[in-house]
């Protein structure tokens, strides 16, 4: 389809090592005068799903600065743009679970908040595990819990994982698996 939108300026208003800001003046689809704020992000979103053979996964418990708030997440973080999607997932695998895995299968890809962002998703299911020892970022304060996948689901369904790409990636191995 065409795109219906007109921009007519962009002004950044803000850059640092992972966002920046525009505002951008643009005539809307109705040929109205307008303006539309765009965060763009300068890396990508990466979720796993670990899964060993007796049904468990892992979960990340962490305090989100962004929302004020304690938020359990499956293992995620971020990649440059530029940067291979698998190899940022086994590296975020092993840095927040010590998790090395031997099969890997993106589940998908996903936009996060595409009313005012362009940041993209993916999300990972990891199998055939092998514990290790984890490396957290120096930045990062964790709390690992490994729980059956069924529960993780629960917690989704529950309303006590809010995180999006969380989410969407747990309710589509628990589609995928039957669950």
Known sequence: MENPWTTKSIKEV???????????????????EGIYGKVHFKNKAIGIIPLDQDGNTWLVGQYRYTIDA?????????????????????????????????????????HTSNSV???????????????????????????????????????VMEGEITDAISIAGLLKVAKLLNI
């Open 70 to 110: 304690y938020s359990w997440e499956i293992p995620m973080g971020g990649g440059l743009i530029e940067n291979d999607i698998l190899d940022v997932a086994k590296r975020e695998l092993q840095e927040e679970t010590g998790l090395t895995a031997f099969k890997w299968t993106q589940l998908m890809k996903l």
């Open 14 to 32: 803000y850059d640092n090592p992972w966002i920046s800001v525009s505002h951008r003046e643009v005539i809307t689809p109705n040929q109205t």
């Open 117 to 155: 962002t362009d940041e993209v998703g993916y999300v990972f299911l990891a199998e055939m595990l092998e514990e290790g020892e984890s490396n957290f970022d120096p930045t990062e304060k964790l709390v690992i819990r490994k729980l059956p996948l069924i529960k993780a689901i629960s917690m």
